[in-house]
């Protein structure tokens, strides 16, 4: 099992550049959440999605935030325009079946806008 | 969603066990304790998980008080490698959703 694939692992860009973050989920596993984390914010939930629908996306910060889950295989989080503060490590995590199972997490794709 | 209580930091002495405490009073019946660590840079990884019962697998022990109002992990011989971010999570029944808190520090000294 290759666990959850993130892409780019490390990502540096110029701000107002439009950045996309990729991830390919377990497979089997019909739930994806993208997460965020900062020294000041800690781990925080950006959005969700089960069975490619998002269920919850009341963690995105603003409309410069979108995600897309176009099949089961494949998720992106786009920021446009990215900006300093959206300087993290973004982490994206799947799980199989119902909500009381295992979430399991990529090794996460570092950003870094100057 | 229930919040959870963590002490900030603890140090353990390689080789001992490292009993990490956990208090979430407010946990809903059907709600799940998870524990999740992060070692520096890498994403966070699954540890153990129990709804009432005391577990155990290859890499811990979780205790569960009788009243579920707080918890347990313990590492039973700790190495330098379990140095470590801890978080012990009440998963939401409803939503399913893991809700990171800040973590203990765990650092595992020689």
């Known amino acids: 099992d290759a666990g959850v694939i993130q892409s780019p692992r490390h990502e540096v860009t110029e701000m107002g550049q439009e950045v996309t973050l990729r991830c390919k989920p377990i497979s089997g596993h019909n739930s994806l959440f993208w997460y965020r984390q900062t020294m000041m914010r800690g781990l925080e939930l950006l959005i969700y999605f089960n069975n490619n629908v998002p269920i919850d996306d009341s963690g995105m910060p603003e409309d410069r935030f979108s995600a897309k889950m176009p099949n089961a295989s494949f998720s992106t989080l786009k920021i446009q325009p990215s900006e300093p503060r959206d300087s993290a490590v973004y982490f994206c995590?799947?799980?199989?079946?119902?909500?009381?199972?295992?979430?399991?997490f990529g090794e996460g794709s570092w950003l870094t806008v100057v | 969603d229930a919040k959870t209580t963590q002490p900030t930091s603890m140090d353990c002495a390689e080789g001992r066990a490292a009993n990490l405490p956990c208090n979430h009073s407010t946990i809903s019946g059907n709600e799940y304790v998870y524990w999740y660590r992060q070692i520096h840079s890498q994403g966070p990884q699954y540890i153990i998980h129990g709804l009432k019962n005391n577990e155990t697998n290859e890499m811990a022990s979780l205790i569960i008080t009788e009243d579920r109002k707080s918890s347990t992990l313990i590492l039973p011989h700790a190495t330098l490698r379990d140095t470590a971010v801890y978080y012990c999570?009440?998963?939401?029944?409803?939503?399913?959703?893991?809700?990171f808190g800040q973590g203990t520090t765990l650092q595992v000294k020689p």
């Open positions: 999570i009440v998963l939401s029944s409803n939503t399913g959703k893991l809700i």
């Open positions: 995590a799947s799980r199989p079946g119902t909500t009381g199972n295992t979430i399991y």
